[in-house]
């Protein structure tokens, strides 16, 4: 997907399930404020102003993905995501001074965001390490946690099919290895 189209999806998202779900907090927020609205129904109608509200951060932060998609906006948007989860890891960045191609600065950007959040989710990580650097036959992106490494008995999930997927789509080999220690993702990335 090329940058004008990525635009374009998120001025639509912007223009549309955005500003719907704004205008669904508006209305939440009127019932909230009538008079007779009974006790039991405020609660349940603070809950749902809460649930929306958080769509409408998600989508906009969906919308700042769409947007950033070269490796300048990756250090930002890794920030803004582990701020946005509440968690004191600290994010360790190298990144070579070198250009990827804008469809696989997308994929890696995605695959970023996907292995943060399982690191917060289900590492127990303090520290997030993530290298690019260009190699004789392309580049390779590591990513590193000092978590606990990942249960070989547990089935892996759609977020990992996920970044399966995306390494795919970029013709890229994805290595996983894992101990107690921590868990390392490399992507071999082709010239």
């Known amino acids: 997907m090329t940058q004008p189209e990525r635009v374009k999806i998120a001025q639509e998202l912007h223009d549309g399930i955005a500003q719907d779900l704004v205008a669904l907090s508006y209305s939440l927020d009127l019932l909230l404020s009538e008079v007779d609205t009974p006790a039991s129904t405020r609660i349940e109608l603070r809950k749902l102003i809460f649930s929306v ?94 978590g606990k490494g990942i249960n070989p008995l547990i089935p892996s999930g759609f977020g990992t099919q996920g970044i399966r997927e995306r390494c795919l789509s970029i013709e890229s080999e994805l290595t996983v290895s894992t101990n107690d220690l921590g868990t390392n993702y490399l992507i071999s990335i082709p010239s």
């Open 53 to 146: 509200s958080t769509m409408i951060e998600r989508v906009r932060r969906e919308i700042f993905n769409l947007r950033s998609a070269d490796l300048n906006g990756l250090e930002t948007s890794l920030r803004t995501l582990l701020a946005e989860l509440h968690t004191s890891i600290e994010l360790k960045l190298a990144l070579d001074d070198f250009r990827l191609s804008e469809s696989v600065a997308i994929q890696i950007l995605a695959i970023s965001r996907e292995l943060l959040r399982n690191s917060v989710k289900h590492s127990g990580a303090s520290v997030i390490e993530i290298t690019i650097e260009q190699s004789e036959n392309g580049s390779t992106y590591s990513y590193r946690d000092n």
